[in-house]
Every structure is written in C-alpha cells, then in structure tokens.
C-alpha cells in the first residue's frame, strides 16, 4: 500500500477550488489541501512539502513555483516540475486544459495519471466557462467602439445615428471587413486628428 | 491572411507585436496576429511548447534556461529576434527612499554606481529584491549591480514576483526593492509605495529584454510565415523607435484588450520621461527603451553566451557546454535569411564582446555601415564569449 498523497490546489476563487478538491478526491484517496492567499505563496507550499501542486496556467503566480522547483539543491528539492519525458501525450493534455502540475521527483506515472485526469477534466469545464466570458467582454468592447464610431461620423457629416451606423456598414461589406475594425481604425484616426 | 497566434505578457514591450497588428506591419506581410493576452511567463514557455501559440513574447534568458535543460522537457525553442532593450525601472520602498534621502542620495536616476553606494549604505539585513522570472534579464542586472556595489551574497534575496503583483508585494513588506518592466515600477510609485532608483540602462546600457521565441519545428516547417512574422515584427519596431510614434503608441497598448490601463502610464516608459516618487518628481531617461535602432533586434550569440555562463555558474553546469548549447538556440542565421529582403542592417559578425562600447559606433555592416549603440555596464565589466572560462 503506497502512502497518501498530498496534493495542493493553489485557486484563489473557491467556487473553482473546491470542484477540483472534489473532483481528486474522487480520483483517489489523497490529502488534499487548498491554498487561497498568493503572498508567501513560495514559503507556503515549501511547508507544506507537497506531492503535487496544480494551478491554472494563467495564474501569475506560477511563476514564483519555477523558482521554487529550481531554486533549492537536487536533494531538498520540494516539487520538481512535471515534466513529463514519460509521459508527452498528458502534459499537452494538461497544458490545454489549462493546468500546470509540479510534482515531486520520482512520483510514479501510474499513481500521478488519474489525479491529473480528474484535475483536467474540472479546468476543462472552467475553460470553456472562461472563453465564454472573454467573448462577452469582447463584444461589449466592441459595441462601445462602434458606438463611439457613431458618434464621430455623426458630428463630422451631420447624420443621424441609424445613417452613421448604415455608413460604417456599408464601408466594412465594401472592403470585407468587420463592421468593428472599421471603427476602430475611424476612431484611432479621429483621436490623431484631434476630433 | 495566414492567421499566427502571439502570447504576450502585458508590458510596454510587447508593443512591437500589438503594433505590428494595429498599424498594418502584419497585413502588408499577409498575416492576422492574434493576440493572446498570458498571465504568466511559464506560461508562455508552455503555450509555445504544446504548440498553442505560433510565437511567444518571452523575456531573452528564457529560451536560455531552457535550452539548458532547466525547464520542463518541451520542443526545442528558439530565439529569432530580440523585441527590446531596456524598459526596467529600479525601485526601493519608501522606508529605504527615506533612509537614502537622510544619507543625502540625490535620486539623479542616472549613476548606478552612486545608487547602489548609497543603497548598500541604508540597507539593514538582508535586502530582499522582487524580479518578474527566475530566468531574467532584471535577475540578471540585480546580480551584476548589487554586488559590484558592495552587496555580499548573503546580503541579498532575489523574490519571483509577478510583474503586476510588484506594487502589492512591496505594500505588503515581502520585497524591500524590485525591477520590473515597465509600466509596472510607475504603477508601484502612482500607488505611493515605491520610489524610482534607475533605469535598467544605468546599469547595463543596451540591456536586451525580451525575445521573439518560436518553436524550431515551426521556423524549419513553416519558413514563410517565419519570415513574414520577422519582418512584420522589425517595422513595427523600428516605427516605434521614432520618438514622435510613442505617444500613439501608449494609446494603443493602453487599450482594454491589452494593457487595460490609463495611457498616462504607459507613456512614461516609453517616453523615458519618469515620475520618480510619490512627491511627483520627474527624471528622463534617454534611451530608456529601444525596440529597433541600433541594431537592437539582432540576437547576438553573444548574449546567448552571456547570460548561459551566469546560469551556468549558480546551477552548476560546465559553463563551456551551456554557451555552446545556448548559442545555437539564437537564430542569427534566420534574422539575415528573413530580414535581409526588409533592407534590415547586418552586422558583419554574430558575436561580439559585450560591452565593449562606451559609445555609439558606425561598424561595418554587410551593406555598408551601420550603428551600434552603446552597451557598457556601469562598472566597465566586459564579456568576451571567446576568452577561456575562468577555473574551467
């Protein structure tokens, strides 16, 4: 019987925390603690001195885990980075699900495979949650663009809204662009002629 | 329109990709950038490795820690050119601004030497120093300047801290100085936490920054595409190196989608005119950062060399092997095959002793003459990839 593994889910948002935790539990029966608070963040994990330390890739903070997998000598070294030469198919798997692991030295492929899996799995479901949102920020962007767009046409020809708006259409269809980077362009070209 | 996706880290330097996109530099090569905003470095280096991203924006020591076996196992990665020289800013808190204002430092944000004099002087314990990455040309600088003025190693701490998170660590008590890109040292001072100390430059004149990274499997596959990049990418930067543009293009970079913050901000770094300290005052800093003009971009295999023997050194590999390994990751050979048709400058040689010029000189060039710029360090100290290792 191997030991209990521990594992440490650094997410400062506990609505994703605690699916994770939940999701690895299911996985096996393991210790798993959830880190909130970034500072010190270094320290905290050394103290802890985890098997396993997953964090989502775009979290700032993982890059105060390189140095932590890098700085300390071979022998006291608390968490090597995953780094996968067993295993490449996973480690892409991971880095598209978006999840970073670092893993103790020597911690067998076969015991480290379904804690990974279950973890991506869970950052597959908040990815999708996170693209979602990037296309709702982007086109609320992209309405105050065309807005403003408006806004600049109607002032400089004396139209109304409906035919600003018809304007900038018929530019975009004319030369195969979207209505949005018409009006970018417009506007950036009004701010250089101080309008 | 070849669509290539670009990682980035928001920074005043990843504004030759942002502009190569906004103002057309890509379009007139046959290429839609697109954009991905990153949170972090190691992501960059992840992103690019599992083929994600087409090309990252990656501070110059990363592709050089890799290259040395000291990242994850990932597809090989090379730097084809380099984006920027300098945008670092030196900060301490306002505790040790005031212990160097009593000791009578004047804060002239030019004289490295004084600075680091005065900043040996005030210290008490040991100084801890926030850098963004482990593998960085900041690490780098502060591993030069401290000790060359005075610092002992167990004087010194250097912290990996976020580029944004800068200002909050240093609020909190966890650094007691930083270097950083810009805009986020004028973040810290706006947030009236930290005082300006120098530019990157004051310590080291054309420190190079950050590199155009690319998977070596996409430069050999797809050569087209590789040079169209290139080429979008050096325009961009050599429009940006003319000081009228850099206004324009601190609105750009400021926008919601990239740097999200106000103008004013990033206009400092790029201006090179600075807000130094919470009382408002106000230093310029020529040069502060450069994308293009004097042979900027080129990707010397001698900073390769360089940086491969500093890490070499503190990680404990045959320094002679690291150079030969990091050499060959800075792509020398693809920066004349791919911008040489863009009528770009190229130097003679793809090597050189760093930091041997005092000042600007007019070199031979393949066509003709060109200019390098200036690279001292501060202390005189010079690199020459060729001389044997001392000890080895």
């Known amino acids: 019987m191997s030991k209990r593994l521990l594992i440490v889910v650094v997410e400062p948002d506990s609505a994703r925390a605690q699916p994770i935790a939940d999701g690895l539990r299911e996985a096996g029966d393991h210790d798993i603690r959830i880190i909130a608070e970034q500072s010190g963040l270094a320290r905290q994990v050394a103290d802890l001195r985890p098997d396993v330390v997953l964090i989502d890739i775009a979290n700032p903070s993982r890059d105060v885990l390189e140095e932590l997998a890098l700085a300390s000598g071979p022998a006291e070294r608390p968490v090597a980075m995953f780094v996968d030469r067993s295993d490449e198919g996973l480690t892409r798997a991971a880095i598209e699900a978006g999840i970073s692991a670092y893993v103790v030295d020597g911690l067998r492929p076969e015991r480290l495979k379904p804690i990974l899996d279950a973890a991506i799995a869970r950052f597959h479901i908040f990815q999708q949650m996170r693209a979602e949102l990037a296309a709702t920020r982007a086109a609320l962007e992209e309405r105050k663009i065309i807005d403003r767009a408006k806004a600049v046409l109607m002032k400089a020809r004396g139209i109304d809204e409906e035919a600003a708006y018809a304007l ?20 950036m070209a009004a701010g250089l002629l101080g309008r | 329109m070849t669509v290539l996706r670009l990682g980035y880290v928001p920074l005043i330097d990843a504004a030759p990709l942002i502009v190569a996109q906004e103002l057309g530099f890509a379009a007139e090569e046959g290429l839609t950038l697109d954009l991905v905003r990153l949170g972090a470095w190691a992501q960059a280096r992840d992103m690019l490795g599992a083929g994600l991203i087409d090309a990252a924006h990656m501070l110059v020591p990363m592709p050089v820690g890799q290259a040395l076996g000291l990242g994850p196992a990932l597809p090989g990665m090379d730097l084809v050119m380099v984006l920027s020289q300098g945008g670092q800013a030196v900060a301490v808190n306002r505790n040790l601004e005031d212990r160097l204002r009593r000791a009578g430092h004047d804060f002239a944000f030019d004289d490295a030497r004084a600075a680091g004099t005065a900043l040996r002087g005030v210290a008490a314990g040991r100084l801890r120093v926030g850098v963004p990455f482990h593998f960085s040309t900041q690490a780098e600088l502060m591993r030069h300047w401290l000790p060359a003025c005075g610092f002992v190693q167990d004087d010194l701490d250097l912290v990996t801290v976020p580029p944004p998170m800068m200002a909050e660590a240093m609020a909190r008590g966890e650094v007691d100085a930083f270097c950083v890109g810009e805009p986020w040292a004028s973040f810290a001072v706006d947030r009236g936490v930290a005082a300006l100390l120098l530019p990157g430059t004051a310590i080291w004149a054309a420190p190079p920054e950050k590199g155009l990274v690319l998977l070596r499997d996409f430069t050999d596959a797809r050569p087209v595409e590789t040079g169209a990049l290139m ?11 003319d000081p009228d543009h850099r206004g324009t293009a601190a609105e750009i970079l400021s926008r919601v989608i990239y740097l999200n913050l106000p103008p004013e901000l990033a206009e400092r770094g790029l201006t090179g005119r600075l807000t130094i300290s919470a009382r408002g005052e106000m230093r310029d800093a020529p040069r502060f950062v450069a994308f293009n003009a004097g042979a900027a971009s080129f990707p010397w295999k001698s900073l390769a060399a360089l940086f491969a023997r500093r890490i070499a050194g503190r990680h404990g590999l045959d320094p002679q092997d690291a150079m030969a390994c990091a050499t060959r990751h800075f792509r020398t050979d693809l920066y004349r095959q791919h911008l040489r048709p863009a009528g770009t400058p190229l130097p003679g040689a793809s090597s050189r002793v760093e930091g041997a010029l005092a000042e600007d000189r007019t070199v031979a060039a393949e066509r003709g003459g060109m200019i390098l710029r200036a690279d001292g360090f501060f202390d005189g100290f010079v690199f020459d990839p060729a001389a044997p290792v001392p000890g080895a």
């Not at chain 1, 004319?174 to 018409?182: H, S």
Request: hydrophobic share 50%; charged share 30%; aromatic share 6%.
């Open chain 1, 168 to 187: 900038l259409r018929k530019t975009a269809m004319d030369g195969g662009k979207r209505v949005a980077d018409i009006a970018q362009q417009l506007v």
């Open chain 2, 231 to 241: 080429r979008a990418v050096w325009r961009a930067g050599r429009w940006l190196d």
